[in-house]
T-cell receptor, first 114, second 117 residues
Framework: NAGVMQNPRHLVRRRGQEARLRCSPM?????VYWYRQLPEEGLKFMVY????????ESGMPKERFSAEFPKEGPSILRIQQVVRGDSAAYFC????????????FGPGTRLTVT | DAKTTQPNSMESNEEEPVHLPCNHS???????IHWYRQLPSQGPEYVIH???SNVNNRMASLAIAEDRKSSTLILHRATLRDAAVYYC??????????????????FGQGTILTVHP
């Protein structure tokens, strides 16, 4: 049973470009969470999605960031017009829909903005 | 959100038991106690969780104080692979979404565990 997959693992973007981070949850999981870890800081919750719905985006910056989890395909975290402060590790996690509180994390995407 | 307090760092020798403490004096009755760990350059990994009773699994044991204001993660025999940042997290269910419930994880600074050979 494959775990949570994220790609790319490393992404370099110049200031002003767009970054698209992909997350494929574990098989059978319909809950997806995105977290961000800035250098030398802890993990911060960004957004929680179920299929085709954003449930909680209280941790998302108000501008430039968006997330989706379509009916088919991976969840996407999109960052428009990236700035140097967006450089961080972005982790995706998934959980099943049977009330478990265990979240399974992917290996992360390390975004570097030059 | 209820807060947790953990020591910044702890050290252990290989094959010895490790007791990682966590204080959560403002825990509410519906808060679950979770432990996750993050190995260097990896995503967090679920370790164990509990509500009131002590819990055991293949990775660790979780001892929860009777008043639930503190808990201890126990690694019975530390290995070099256990060197990681350990996070004690309280998770609650703020509302039901689409008929199911979920828990948003709020990570603190955690405890950096160093294991000496």
């Amino acid at each position: 049973n494959a775990g949570v997959m994220q790609n790319p693992r490393h992404l370099v973007r110049r200031r002003g470009q767009e970054a698209r981070l992909r997350c494929s949850p574990m098989k059978g999981h319909s809950h997806v969470y995105w977290y961000r870890q800035l250098p030398e800081e802890g993990l911060k919750f960004m957004v929680y999605l179920q299929k085709e719905n954003i449930i909680d985006e209280s941790g998302m910056p108000k501008e430039r960031f968006s997330a989706e989890f379509p009916k088919e395909g991976p969840s996407i975290l999109r960052i428009q017009q990236v700035v140097r402060g967006d450089s961080a590790a972005y982790f995706c996690a998934s959980s099943s829909n049977v009330g478990t509180y265990e979240q399974y994390f992917g290996p992360g995407t390390r975004l570097t903005v030059t | 959100d209820a807060k947790t307090t953990q020591p910044n760092s702890m050290e252990s020798n290989e094959e010895e038991p490790v007791h990682l403490p966590c204080n959560h004096s403002t825990i509410s009755g519906t808060d679950y106690i979770h432990w996750y760990r993050q190995l260097p350059s990896q995503g967090p990994e679920y370790v164990i969780h509990g509500l009131t009773s002590n819990v055991n699994n293949r990775m660790a044991s979780l001892a929860i104080a009777e008043d639930r204001k503190s808990s201890t993660l126990i690694l019975h025999r530390a290995t070099l692979r256990d060197a990681a940042v350990y996070y004690c997290i309280l998770s609650f269910v703020p509302f039901n979404a689409g008929g199911t419930s979920y828990g948003k994880l709020t990570f603190g600074q955690g405890t950096i565990l160093t294991v000496h050979p």
